[in-house]
């Protein structure tokens, strides 16, 4: 336990300032250098369960992914026709010259990887990118930078709940054979953090009430989904951990897999539900 809080506690450190960092370059290129070492572990994972993804190819469309959502925002949705359109005749053509041929499988889990790991964490760079500023404690910052600590601090409410209320208290399974650690009780204990969270959270950078109780209960409830699939993924290739970079934790992977749901659900609430907000 001592690792992981030592080494979750380092994470805090550096994420924090990059967030905040004037521009948001240094947050962006920190989500590539995630979706990208995901991406691998993604990938290697699916080796080892008997799989065959295309990793040039993967990489290569997760880069072109990644600088045209930070260059245009969400007008790159534009360019991801010709990205996605280039990815697959190039796969498919070279499945045909490859020893062991599996297009249906190769392909998939290759373009599986790029949705799950690259597509859904470029939310954050979107999330970053929200114009507008916000004062806490007297200081003015990007309006932007808070949701992504808003999204941040509910989706560590709810590991940090679950993990100590399952512990101390949990009694009935969750999900017995897809995450055997899992409590029903801890459940419910993390998405009641992050609904607190969540609304303390939204009263000091100003999102209106009930929307922060809603967010915070959104966040909390898609957090423990996206570890849930995490475990799922790994469940079916056989594997403890996507990787081992992060002492306590595993790998990347197994650190933001709740995070690639909960960036995706709070960007398009903040800009559908919360557009009157944004233009104040």
């Avoid at 990938?43 to 290569?60: D, V």
């Avoid at 499945?95 to 190769?106: G, K, S, T």
């Avoid at 979107?126 to 990007?142: D, P, Q």
Wanted: proline share 4%.
């Amino acid at each position: 336990m001592l690792t992981r809080l030592i080494a979750g506690l380092i994470g805090i450190a550096i994420v924090i300032p990059m967030v905040f960092y004037r521009g948001g370059l240094p947050f962006t290129i920190l989500v590539g250098l995630a979706a990208i070492l995901g991406l691998l572990e993604f990938y290697g994972g699916a080796r080892r369960g008997g799989y065959r993804p295309n990793f040039a190819f993967g990489i290569a469309t997760a880069v072109l992914l990644l600088c045209y959502g930070r260059r245009f925002g969400t007008d790159a949705f534009d360019a991801l026709v010709p990205i996605f359109t280039a990815f697959l005749l190039l796969a498919l053509a070279y499945e045909l010259i490859r020893q062991q041929r599996a297009p249906f499988v190769n392909i998939g889990v290759t373009a599986l990887g790029l949705g799950y790991v690259v597509w859904l964490l470029l939310h954050f760079v979107w999330l970053r990118m929200i114009s507008g500023t916000v004062t806490v404690g007297g200081m003015e910052s990007g309006r932007g930078a808070w949701l992504v600590m808003f999204v941040l601090l509910c989706t560590w409410a709810t590991d940090t709940g679950a993990y100590f209320i399952g512990k101390f208290y949990g009694r009935k399974k969750l999900t017995p054979r897809l995450s055997p650690g899992k409590t029903v009780e801890g459940a419910v204990g993390g998405l009641a953090l992050s609904i607190i969270v969540g609304a303390v959270t939204a009263a000091i950078i100003g999102i209106p009430q009930p929307h922060g109780l809603v967010l915070g209960a959104m966040i909390g409830i898609t957090a423990q989904i996206g570890d849930l699939t995490g475990s799922a993924f790994k469940r079916e290739v056989n594997i403890k951990d996507f990787g081992a970079l992060i002492p306590g934790h595993g790998g990347i992977l197994d650190r933001i897999d709740s995070l690639l749901f909960t960036g995706p659900i709070t960007f398009w609430y903040i800009t559908t539900a919360l557009k009157t907000w944004l233009g104040s």
